[in-house]
C-alpha cells in the first residue's frame, strides 16, 4: 500500500510553527508537527478547526538520534514529502552576555537541528525524485541586529548550507526554498516587545499563509529566497 505525503514542521507547538500546522491541515493535507514541549504540541488538535487531526511527536532536534527516530516512527506510516525547518531559541544579548550553554542551545537547535532533520529525510527525497525543504530563517542573516549575533551566526549558517545543498541536488527534483521573515509575532519575543511593538509586526497567521502559498506554487519552479518584512519595515 502507497503511503500518504505528509507536511513535518518542526518547532510546531507555538507561533509560525503553529500557525503552518493549521494552515497546512486546512488544506486537507497530512501534518505531522514536532517539538520539544510535547504539552503544547499536543494542545495543536484543541485549536483545529478540521475534522482531520495533526499528527505530533516530541522530537529535540538538536538530538540526531532522537531526529533519526523520529523520522523512523513518521516513515512508518507516511512518506515525508515536505519538511519545514521551522525549530528556533534566540537569547537577544551582546554576545559577551551570553553563556557557553545559551551559545550551544541557539546553534544546536537553528543550525544543526535543520542539518539533522534535512539529513534524515533526504535520501528518500532522492529516492523518490521529489520534495520539498522550506527553512524558516531570518532577516538577521541578512541585516545586522545587535544582541542577535549567535542567533544571526545559526541563520547564516543554515542560509549557506542550503544554498550548497540546493546545488548539490539540483538533479533531484527537490526545491529548497528559504523564506527571511522580518518581526513576526510569536513567542520568540519578550513580552515587553510584544507590548510596543506587535502592531507593527507580520502575525504568524499571515506569514503562514504566504509560505503555504509559495508552497502551492507550480512545482516546476522553484521559489529559492524570500524576504517577507512588516510593510513598516524592520523594528
Known sequence: MEKQNA??????????GKALALKFLKSDMEVIGSSRKIDSL?????????????ETYQCDVSNFSVVEETVKNIQEKYNISCLINNAGVTSFKPFLENSLSEIENIININLLGALYTTKSILPTMIKNNSGTIINILSVAA???????????????????????????????????????????ISGIWHDTVLEKYSDKMMTSESLAE??????????????????????????
Open 210 to 235: 504566504f509560505i503555504f502559498d509559495i508552497y502551492n506554487t507550480d512545482p516546476k519552479l522553484s521559489p529559492e529566497e524570500i524576504i517577507v518584512r512588516p510593510i513598516s519595515g524592520d523594528l
Open 42 to 54: 499536543n494542545l495543536l488538535n484543541s485549536d483545529n478547526s478540521s475534522d482531520k487531526r495533526i
Open 142 to 184: 541578512k541585516k545586522i541586529f545587535t544582541s542577535s549575533s549567535v542567533y544571526t551566526a545559526s541563520k547564516a549558517g543554515l542560509e549557506n548550507f542550503a544554498k550548497v545543498l540546493r546545488e548539490e541536488i539540483r538533479g533531484y527534483n527537490i526545491r529548497i526554498i528559504n523564506v527571511y521573515p522580518g518581526a513576526t
Open 7 to 16: 507536511i513535518w514542521i518542526t518547532g510546531a507547538s507555538s507561533g509560525i
